[in-house]
C-alpha cells in the first residue's frame, strides 16, 4: 500500500462488481436516501434524479430541472428500478439492504428482490425535493473528471485534516 492510501482519511471501497456507467452514472447511499442519477431511455440530453428513502421507502424521480417522471405515479418506476440494480452492483445487495432497512427473503437478494420487496409495502412519494443537491453532487464528480492525473491536494480537498506531520 502506497504513502498515499496509508495517510489517506478517506476510505474508498471499490464496487462489489464492475458497472456501466452509461444508464446510472452516478449513485449513492447518504442522506438517508438511495439516491442518483439516471439517464432516460427516450433522450439523449435528459437525466432523472431519483431516490428512495431509508425505513418508509418513499421515493422520489424527477427531471434534473424538477419536472415530474411520468412513470412515478404510485410507484417505483423503472429510473428507480436502475437506480436499484446499479446499487447492488455498486455497493453490494447485503449493504444496500441494510442501508435501506428493507426486509428481504432469505436466500441470493438482487437488485429486482430488493425493489420487489419494497414496492409491496406501497412506499409513498417522497416530498422532500433532494434533487437540486444530489444533482449538484453529481456535477462537482464530473468536474473532478477534468482534473488531469496528480498526487498534489486539490484546493476544494484542503477541508480534510491532515493525519501526520510531513517532514
Not at 68 to 77: L, Q, T, V
Request: glycine content about 8%; proline content about 8%.
Amino acid at each position: 500500500m502506497s504513502d498515499w492510501e496509508r495517510s489517506s482519511t478517506a476510505r474508498v471501497i471499490p464496487p462489489a462488481r464492475p458497472r456501466k456507467l452509461a444508464k446510472v452514472p452516478f449513485v449513492e447511499l447518504a442522506d438517508g436516501r438511495l439516491q442518483g442519477v439516471v439517464s432516460s431511455g427516450s433522450d439523449i440530453g435528459r437525466v432523472y434524479v431519483s431516490s428512495v428513502a431509508t425505513g418508509t421507502y418513499a421515493f422520489a424521480c424527477s427531471t434534473n430541472n424538477n419536472r415530474p417522471c411520468g412513470g412515478a405515479r404510485g410507484s417505483f418506476c423503472n429510473h428507480i428500478g436502475a437506480l436499484i440494480n446499479e446499487a447492488v452492483l455498486q455497493y453490494g445487495a447485503a449493504r444496500v439492504v441494510r442501508y435501506l432497512k428493507a426486509e428481504v427473503p432469505e436466500g441470493d437478494v438482487d437488485g429486482i428482490v430488493l425493489a420487489s420487496a419494497m414496492r409491496s409495502t406501497r412506499p409513498p412519494m417522497d416530498e422532500a425535493k433532494a434533487a437540486a443537491s444530489v444533482f449538484s453532487r453529481f456535477l462537482r464528480h464530473l468536474a473532478y473528471l477534468e482534473h488531469a492525473p496528480a498526487t498534489a491536494p486539490l484546493p476544494e480537498m484542503h477541508f480534510f485534516p491532515p493525519t501526520r506531520a510531513v517532514a
